[in-house]
């Protein structure tokens, strides 16, 4: 491919964005045999009603519109089997001391076909095993992460090594990390990267057509580990297994999903994190671009405490699609905390009414 063919070909691209057509997996914006490159970008768009309230009594009350999250990927393929990913993440941070927006590098990786599908490298900042997986089966996370995420369990992406891929004619699929543990957000080197890596892992069954069966396990210390002579690292290990079933067609999809998630020092045989979490979703399309979803969850402390806390959530919402790759969703998301930070009869309830909106190309 000549670098002014290249040139040309992005700047035409550029003027011209809005009129181009939208499909799945970005636009080619260049071809030179086996070699292609394409390029897509995906924002969330949301107005929302945002409500806080602690043992009955207002705290917080906001209502604003906002871009929270705006992606922008390039892939190079280099042919069928050789790939190559960067992807940037625009994301709102309201802790940020100048600005309240900052630019994240989410994915960097290079990915090669071993054996076929069924051995299939990532070497660099890749995703995880799960989060983007049930994302793709949950299909809106421009309204709601799904429940690792949200509970911050596990990182949607990290820097290390993974294995991935399909055996038994698709029956069986696989997804496993060696990662530094820390996530996408708080990269580290060789300077600040932890002394050992995490392990991630997914397996996956699909017996039936329309049915997945999936199995999740993590383990390490999220980059705290230190064995530097006079730096003590916190040393926390986190523990977490889980289990999916999900049963769909094109037009609807069904799914649960439990959690079981503990962390401990090193030094100490109690936990500082113990937690069983449960979720049901499910979506479905009415018809003529209209679609309905929810979601109900449910997240315990399980450590031997006087009031442990737990946490309710219900998402409902209505989706309309005006073409494709253009979504409008009207939603209702009301969780509540019960003994809200393990004080007894503490409650709290956070409630946001919305209209959330997803563009993508």
């Known amino acids: 491919m000549k670098m002014k063919t290249f040139i040309r070909t992005a700047a035409l691209l550029a003027a011209a964005a809005v009129a181009t057509p939208a499909f799945a997996g970005g636009v080619t914006v260049a071809k030179d045999g086996d070699s292609k490159l394409k390029i897509g970008g995906k924002f969330f768009l949301n107005a929302t009603d ?33 790939m190559m990913r960067i992807t940037t993440d625009m994301v709102v941070d309201p802790n940020l001391k100048s600005k309240n927006s900052n630019i994240f590098l989410k994915y960097a990786y290079l990915e090669g076909k071993l054996m076929g599908d069924a051995v299939v490298l990532r070497l660099g900042q890749s995703h995880t095993p799960w989060i983007d997986y049930e994302q793709h089966l949950w299909g809106h996370r421009y309204v709601s992460k799904t429940l690792v995420d949200t509970q911050g369990y596990d990182a949607s992406s990290d820097l290390g090594v993974g294995l991935k891929g399909k055996v038994a004619d698709g029956l069986v699929g696989y997804f496993v990390t060696a990662t530094n543990g820390a996530g996408y957000s708080h990269p580290t080197n060789k300077k600040t990267a932890g002394s050992s890596l995490d392990f991630d892992s997914r397996v996956s069954f699909n017996p039936v057509k329309g049915l997945t069966l999936d199995l999740g396990y993590r383990t390490g210390y999220k980059g705290t580990k230190s064995l530097k002579a ?109 003994n809200s930070g393990n004080v007894a009869g503490a409650t709290k309830k956070v409630t946001q009414i919305g209209l959330y909106s997803q563009v993508k190309f």
């Open 230 to 338: 006079g730096v003590s690292g916190s040393n926390t290990k986190s523990t977490m297994y889980q289990l999916m079933a999900t049963y769909g067609t094109e037009d609807y999809r069904f799914g649960a999903n439990f959690i079981n998630n503990r962390s401990k020092l090193d030094t100490s045989a109690v936990n500082l994190t113990k937690e069983d979490a449960f979720a049901l979703w499910g979506w479905g399309k009415l018809g003529d671009g209209v679609g309905a979803f929810g979601r109900y969850e449910s997240t315990k402390n399980k450590l031997n405490v006087a009031s442990p806390q737990k946490e309710i959530r219900y998402l409902a919402g209505f989706e309309y699609s005006p073409r494709k790759h253009v979504n409008f969703s009207l939603v209702y998301d009301n969780t509540k905390f019960t």
């Open 50 to 82: 945002y409500k806080v309230t602690k043992n009955g009594v207002t705290d917080t009350k906001t209502r604003s519109v906002a871009v929270d999250r705006a992606y922008f990927t390039a892939k190079y393929y280099f042919d069928q089997d050789w």
